[in-house]
């Protein structure tokens, strides 16, 4: 009897063993990954990552430190971050309503008096500068002044673009504004007149649109992925690519998808997905290795983590055109990468440390 419930036991004990030895195998690492145009709360000039965040404006310091630079009490009204002109443009509404420059550190640099309740800016440009001015409760309308000329009207010729998913203002071939009506609407990117978003994230639709023409390209890209899940995309000037994670697991909780997607221990695969814009037909496609995520897509090139190594692809050949180490990635961590601008910062997602900044192309 004893030799039976051996005989019965020792594969259980040997299937469960193996199974406790394979899931202490598995990468214990989270990685999440955004692009700033997907938030439009980070900018980055100079190299230097900022962000606006619900409490002020955040700086990241040489140290790697996110530094409050504005705190909510001086910020909140609406903000505006200038590459331009290098500075960080604050307007407060009510009855005396003003607009206050600071600059990049966070100094106070002049106010003025603004001639209207309710004033959002959306460009500067040295004296000039350009928003929705309220006209009253009914009627907006999107303007630019003179400053050092007692608010001067200067005349300017805006296209709107009104649709029920997004607002989108452009002036002289760049777009100046962007808003959003819906939760469920994610930017991907601009390039030159066009704009692309992607709207519901478990069922990914990818919208480009031609500001200037005035049209609208529909990409349904839950037909190409399966069950995998829309990560982020790159609008280039005539194609448009996506990145998609696939993952499963025993545990593995479709109540908390986000979260889960960046566990690499649920990973499958990582995949690219290329369309051209005008016939939004697919044109590529490519499959990474499990535990390979991409973490950012550039003109011309991907890069990917891997194994303690970042990993850059050319887009022509899917050829690995660099390595390097990767050794802020600890086992047991939880890791931001995001994309803006010239880089792929990389934060710790507990301390929120700035720990490395990746140069893309």
Known sequence: MKKVILFILLPIIVALTSFVIWYRSL??????????????????????????KSNGVYKTDVSGKNELILSKSQAENSIFISDEDK??????????????KYDLNGKFLSSVSLPYKKFSLFKSEGTKIIGEQQIDDQNNKIACYDL???????????????????????????????????????????NNNKLAYMKNFYHPEIFVIDLIRKTETKINLYEYIGDSYYVTGKLHKESIDFAVTNTSGFFFDKNNVDGNTSTLKYHNYDMLLSFDIDTSTMNDKYKLKRFERIICIGENEVTTYHKGKYLTYSLDDWKVTNKQSASEIK??????FVTCGDHVFVFDNDSDELLNKIPIN
């Open 331 to 336: 086992e047991g961590g939880s890791y931001n």
């Open 27 to 52: 990468p214990k690492l989270s990685i999440y990954v955004k692009n700033c145009s997907s938030t439009l709360s980070y900018y980055e000039i100079d190299g230097v990552l900022y962000q606006i």
């Open 148 to 190: 050092e000329n007692n608010f001067k009207e200067i005349p300017i010729d805006p296209i709107e673009y009104d649709s029920d998913d997004i607002s989108v203002v452009v002036l002289d071939s760049e777009i100046i504004n962007i808003s959003f009506k819906s939760s469920i609407i994610e930017l991907i990117g601009i």
């Open 87 to 100: 500075a960080i443009y604050v307007t407060e509404y009510g009855n005396d309503p003003q607009l206050y």
